[in-house]
């Protein structure tokens, strides 16, 4: 039986599956959430369902592990500096190089902070791209369950808590608007007993072809 089907829920539709999928325009789309808040899993489920391209996906994640292998640590902080600026410049590149071309590109990493959106958001302004974010934002109990559950080991339930801090003090959506943002958007997940693949279906993303030369 399809997930979204009316007899999911004793013959009765969630509200959430009435309702239009919201419209992503082409441009730049920040996801914007703590580690282990279901950034990948989403984007996982878009790629999945055929809704935007592998390449469309940006992570810094994935840079790391082609750059630097899945389980290389710098010796230092000098080195892990340098590491994380090598990384970002290329993330940097690849999302310059997308919307060069007239093409949508989703930048997938925490970008909690303010510093981290506004690098992103002067890379859409370059090309007179709309930004669009999109907010991960489970409560703290379902984020630390989620981050069990994935068994990360670059990370402390100490960073999580950190992060989700900074989220919940520097990502609201009032100032997110105000950073640059065209359309900011909540991700439904876990609380909303959401999985990925019906979190990605509440979206759909307008199609774009690098224009004609």
């Given at each position: 039986m399809p997930e979204n089907s009316p007899d999911r829920a004793g013959?009765?539709?969630?509200?959430?599956d009435l309702a239009p999928p919201i419209?992503?325009?082409?441009?730049?789309?920040?996801?914007?959430?703590?580690?282990?808040?279901?950034?990948t899993s989403f984007v996982r489920a878009l790629v999945e369902g055929r809704q935007v391209a592998v390449e469309a996906v940006?992570?810094?994640?994935?840079?790391?592990?082609?750059?630097?292998g899945a389980s290389a640590e710098p010796a230092d902080s000098d080195a892990a500096d340098a590491a994380d600026a090598r990384i970002f410049e290329e993330r940097d590149r690849r999302i310059v190089a997308r919307l060069a071309d007239g093409l949508s590109v989703i930048a997938?990493?925490?970008?909690?902070?303010?510093?981290?959106?506004?690098?992103?958001i002067g890379l859409a302004r370059r090309f007179g791209a709309p930004v669009t974010v999109l907010r991960f934002v489970p409560d703290v109990a379902d984020l630390l369950q989620q981050y069990t559950e994935r068994g990360r080991t670059d990370l402390?339930?100490?960073?999580?808590?950190?992060y989700a801090a900074v989220m919940s003090r520097d990502a609201g959506a009032d100032r997110l608007r105000d950073e640059g943002a065209a359309a900011v958007h909540d991700v439904p997940g876990r609380r909303q007993s959401v999985t990925p693949g019906?979190?990605?279906?509440?979206?759909?993303?307008?199609?774009?072809?690098?224009?004609?030369?």
């Amino acid at each position: 039986m399809p997930e979204n089907s009316p007899d999911r829920a004793g013959g009765h539709p969630r509200p959430h599956d009435l309702a239009p999928p919201i419209r992503i325009p082409a441009g730049l789309v920040v996801l914007v959430g703590p580690p282990a808040s279901g950034k990948t899993s989403f984007v996982r489920a878009l790629v999945e369902g055929r809704q935007v391209a592998v390449e469309a996906v940006v992570s810094s994640d994935e840079i790391r592990t082609e750059l630097f292998g899945a389980s290389a640590e710098p010796a230092d902080s000098d080195a892990a500096d340098a590491a994380d600026a090598r990384i970002f410049e290329e993330r940097d590149r690849r999302i310059v190089a997308r919307l060069a071309d007239g093409l949508s590109v989703i930048a997938e990493s925490t970008n909690v902070t303010p510093q981290a959106r506004e690098r992103l958001i002067g890379l859409a302004r370059r090309f007179g791209a709309p930004v669009t974010v999109l907010r991960f934002v489970p409560d703290v109990a379902d984020l630390l369950q989620q981050y069990t559950e994935r068994g990360r080991t670059d990370l402390t339930e100490v960073d999580v808590r950190a992060y989700a801090a900074v989220m919940s003090r520097d990502a609201g959506a009032d100032r997110l608007r105000d950073e640059g943002a065209a359309a900011v958007h909540d991700v439904p997940g876990r609380r909303q007993s959401v999985t990925p693949g019906e979190s990605a279906a509440r979206f759909t993303f307008a199609p774009c072809r690098p224009p004609e030369r």
